[in-house]
């Protein structure tokens, strides 16, 4: 990988990726407008309150440990080729543990500031719901983002020009159905 790349490298390099985050966010906002997603938040009070920071914290825990290993390819400290050492499995866990633990607080928060308001929610179905689409995004983004991140460097690809929107993306797609998922589970379980 050389030491800088030009703009026109950057962009090169980029603009395939915004553009399928592009079309992707497009798919994930028909999805929110399904019927079988309206009825899912319709039976879940609280879900629309904790959709937003769900979602912005999948792009945030996960968009952190693209942004670290990166870091560790550009430094030499991380193995292209995927090699599980002691530094690649802390990140992986510190983030698979940062975003359970979050998810965990935005079901707490959400059905406080429900109750707060007025409106009926419940711990349990909100936790409940967290925590399905949390894990199944977990290993979701984790699989998409160590997928780019070493094969594209390995092609010559600087991460740091393609994982921001990769991370946002599959987190949003994702993060929108695997919450439907986790209302099926809800309702199931209770």
């Not at 990988?1 to 592009?22: C, E, F, K, N, T």
């Not at 938040?41 to 825990?61: C, K, Y």
């Not at 308001?117 to 711990?123: I, K, M, P, S, V």
Request: hydrophobic content about 55%; some cysteine.
């Amino acid at each position: 990988m050389l030491g800088q790349d030009s703009a026109i490298d950057v962009y090169r390099q980029a603009l395939p990726v915004i553009l399928v985050s592009l079309v992707a966010g497009l798919f994930s906002g028909t999805l929110l407008g399904t019927e079988t997603m309206r009825e899912g938040i319709e039976s879940v009070p609280g879900i629309l309150l904790l959709l937003p920071a769900f979602l912005a914290t999948r792009g945030g825990v996960y968009g952190s440990l693209g942004a670290r290993l990166s870091s560790g390819l550009h430094q030499g400290l991380i193995d292209p080729h995927f090699e599980w050492n002691d530094r690649l499995r802390n990140a992986i866990v510190a983030s698979f543990c940062n975003g359970m633990i979050v998810s965990v607080f935005i079901a707490v928060l959400s059905w406080g500031v429900s109750l707060v308001l007025g409106r009926e929610a419940h711990l349990l179905e909100l936790l409940i719901v967290l925590i399905v689409a949390a894990l199944l995004s977990a290993f979701a983004m984790l699989g998409v983002l160590l997928t780019v991140i070493f094969k594209g460097y390995r092609r010559g690809l600087d991460p740091d020009n393609v994982i921001g929107p990769v991370v946002t993306t599959v987190g949003d797609v994702f993060g929108v159905a695997f919450l439907l998922i986790g209302i099926w589970v809800a309702g199931v379980v209770l």
